[in-house]
């Protein structure tokens, strides 16, 4: 189908898409990957009356390591976050994340900015990046702020980005010695998009948890991170036991979806044995 | 307002007045007359027009043809070299790896960059690799057998 009629405008660099956005108004659409705002402009959910390409910024592409944090430009798409060695090497399950998103065309158009920027609570980002304590950095013509992803995702397709921000980068901790992460998904089997997804890093010491972080998204309206799942599993042996324990809770607290894929109670089932099985890739690959 | 551009395609230079609106597949089938490349669905799914921008895969119903400003694209009609059949569209020939035909061009496109990044696949990273691309009709065993043709082909 053919969208409605809009300007397209390039912006070629940070400062002229922000001329750019608020001279645009309301009315104005950044467009990155455009794998999210294309499919609902032809189905005309979406009628911006300006579409920015931001695309062509080319300093917002790459991904770098700075001392002990991984800088991943919002502009990188999945497939280049997938192929990293450098992601490989000191994040892996960003990676693996990036990797079982849509498949391989979608994979080489779509952005981690504009991913976490539409805040889906089917995608994959979220989740993971709620497990491995990124921080978002997002500027705007007065300036620059860190968000912490644990701040991030705040309702339904909402996010704490306020209008005329744009995110340039997502920093993420490189994950330090005795530590192990994983990510997987249980797809809709059609739309490959997570109905539950989940997120895990999980640090041992001496053969005990001492830190753990895990996050889970497709369950709720936006991604959330197992609390009551983590105080479990801290300071245990990370027995069978202790995490089939620790799983029984991964869904605690938090109200879930239900739609045609999966019913909420079913939904409530899938975080605890997705939790299960990622917790126990984080934790072969801590021990190495 | 309508934008000029300009793109290579098929190794050839095309220029064109387009609004923005325009998606590329539009562009290649209803302006260039390259109907090779299919449009099988609304929602970016069935990965009938797949096409290589810049080297990657993508779905050309996902584009606006001003986001190619520039770009090197390649279709199905540019695979064939002087009269000889790319080992893909051989391979989909001589393993029967169609029937109607509709997904056949997205299918052969998106394999190209397949095995430009794994010249070996196994079968499984061969279907993986292909699950932007639905098939109605072959249950797509001969697919993968016609990409795994092009893979011993290329070795
Ligand atoms: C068939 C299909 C299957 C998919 N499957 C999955 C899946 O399994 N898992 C998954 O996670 N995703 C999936 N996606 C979504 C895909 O990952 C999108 O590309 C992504 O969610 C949006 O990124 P984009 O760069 O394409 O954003 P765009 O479409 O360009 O933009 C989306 C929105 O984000 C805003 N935006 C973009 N960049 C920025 C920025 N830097 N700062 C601030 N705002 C910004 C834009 O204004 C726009 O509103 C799928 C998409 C398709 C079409
Ligand atoms: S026409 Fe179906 S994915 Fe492009
Ligand atoms: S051969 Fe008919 S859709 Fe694939």
Redesign the interface.
Same mark, same amino acid.
């Given at each position: 189908m053919i969208p409605y009629s809009f300007d397209y405008k390039v912006a070629d660099s940070l400062e002229e898409a922000f001329s750019l956005l608020s001279e645009a108004g309301e009315n104005g659409a950044l467009l990155a990957g455009g794998h999210t705002l294309i499919p609902a402009m032809k189905l005309r959910l979406s009628e911006p009356d300006t579409v920015i390409d931001i695309s062509k910024i080319s300093d917002l592409n790459q991904i770098t390591k700075d001392g002990d944090i991984l800088v991943v430009g919002a502009l990188t798409n999945h497939a280049t976050v997938a192929r990293s060695g450098d992601v490989m090497t000191y994040c892996r399950s960003l990676g693996e994340a990036a990797g079982v998103i849509g498949d391989p065309q979608v994979r080489n158009k779509g952005t981690i900015g504009g991913n976490i920027a539409h805040a889906d609570p089917a995608s994959d980002y979220p989740g993971v990046l709620l497990s491995l304590n990124a921080t978002v950095v997002a500027k705007s013509d007065s300036g620059s702020r860190s968000i912490a992803i644990d701040d991030f995702f705040t309702a339904l397709f909402e996010t704490a980005l306020t209008e005329g921000e744009i995110i340039t980068e997502i920093q993420i901790p490189v994950l330090g010695e005795g530590t192990g992460s994983a990510y997987i998904k249980f797809p809709n089997p059609a739309s490959r998009y997570a109905v539950v997804g989940v997120g895990v890093v999980i640090t041992l010491t001496d053969g005990k948890c001492t830190a753990c972080r895990i996050g889970i998204t497709g369950a709720a309206d936006h991604a959330f991170r197992a609390s009551v799942t983590e105080e479990v599993l801290l300071g245990s042996d990370l027995s069978t036991d202790d995490i089939e324990a620790a799983c029984q809770h991964a869904a605690e607290g938090q109200e879930l979806l239900s739609d045609l894929a999966a019913s909420a109670n079913y939904r409530v089932h899938l975080c605890s044995v997705m939790v299960k099985r990622a917790i126990n890739i984080a934790v072969e690959r801590a021990i190495g | 307002?309508k !934008?000029s551009i300009s793109m290579t395609v098929n190794g050839k230079e095309y220029s064109g007045e387009v *609004?923005?609106?325009v #998606?590329l597949v !539009?562009f290649i089938r209803d302006h260039l007359g390259l109907t090779g490349t299919h449009i099988g669905c609304? +929602? +970016?799914?069935c =990965?009938a027009c797949?096409i290589l921008m810049d080297g @990657? @895969?993508?779905?050309s119903? +996902? $584009?606006?043809a $001003?986001?190619a400003e520039g770009a090197q694209i390649t279709t199905i009609e540019g695979m064939a070299s002087n009269g000889e059949l790319h080992p893909l569209q051989e391979g989909f020939h001589e393993e029967h790896g169609l029937q109607c035909g509709f997904c056949t061009p997205g299918m052969i496109m +998106?394999s190209v *960059? #397949?095995l430009n990044q794994n010249p070996n696949p196994t079968e499984a990273e061969i279907r993986h =690799?292909l *699950?932007?691309?639905y098939c109605r009709c072959t249950g797509y065993h001969n697919i993968v057998k016609a990409v795994q043709y092009a893979a011993s082909k290329q070795a």
């Open positions: - | 307002m !934008h *609004e923005p609106r #998606l !539009h609304d +929602t +970016t799914q =990965g797949t @990657a @895969a993508i779905k119903c +996902t $584009v606006f $001003v986001q +998106t *960059e #397949l =690799g *699950e932007g691309n």
